[in-house]
C-alpha cells in the first residue's frame, strides 16, 4: 500500500502561480506513476497530470499544458505540480495519485490517493 500526503495550495489571483506537493509513503519502490488530479465543486474529477517514475515522462491535460509542469525532487517519493497564470476555472481541491501498474497509468486509472488540498484563484 501507498499512503499520499498533499501540501501546498492555497489562495491567489488570476495570473498567479501555486505550488502543490505530494509525498508518499509506504511501498513506494512500486510507485510506476504519479499524478494530480482535481475536482471542482458540482463536477466530476479531472486528470490533470502525470508523471512516469522512471525517466520522468510527463502527459498533462489540454487545458493545462504550457502553464503547468509536474516533476519529482525524489523519483517514487514525490511529485510536485508548479501551475502557473492560474485561472478561476483552475480552482478546486487538488488530489494527488500513485499508480503501481504501467497499463492504468497510461489510462489514468490509479489506485492510490491522498486527502487533496485547495486551490482557490480568484478574479
Known amino acids: 500500500q501507498v499512503q499520499l500526503v498533499e501540501s501546498g495550495g492555497g489562495s491567489v489571483q488570476a495570473g498567479g502561480s501555486l505550488r502543490v506537493s505530494c509525498e508518499a509513503s509506504?511501498?513506494?519502490?512500486?510507485?510506476?506513476?504519479m499524478g494530480w488530479f482535481r475536482q471542482a465543486p458540482g463536477k466530476e474529477r479531472e486528470w490533470v497530470a502525470t508523471?512516469?517514475?522512471?525517466?520522468?515522462?510527463?502527459r498533462y491535460v489540454d487545458s493545462v499544458k504550457g502553464r503547468f509542469t509536474i516533476f519529482q525532487d525524489n523519483p517514487k517519493k514525490t511529485a510536485s505540480l508548479d501551475m502557473a497564470s492560474l485561472k478561476p476555472e483552475d480552482s478546486g481541491m487538488y488530489y494527488c495519485?500513485?499508480?503501481?501498474?504501467?497499463?492504468?497509468?497510461?489510462?489514468?486509472?490509479?489506485?492510490?490517493w491522498g486527502q487533496g488540498t485547495q486551490v482557490t484563484v480568484s478574479s
Open positions: 508523471i512516469y517514475t522512471d525517466g520522468g515522462a510527463t
Open positions: 509506504g511501498d513506494i519502490s512500486r510507485n510506476y506513476c
Open positions: 495519485a500513485a499508480e503501481w501498474a504501467p497499463a492504468r497509468c497510461w489510462k489514468k486509472e490509479f489506485d492510490f
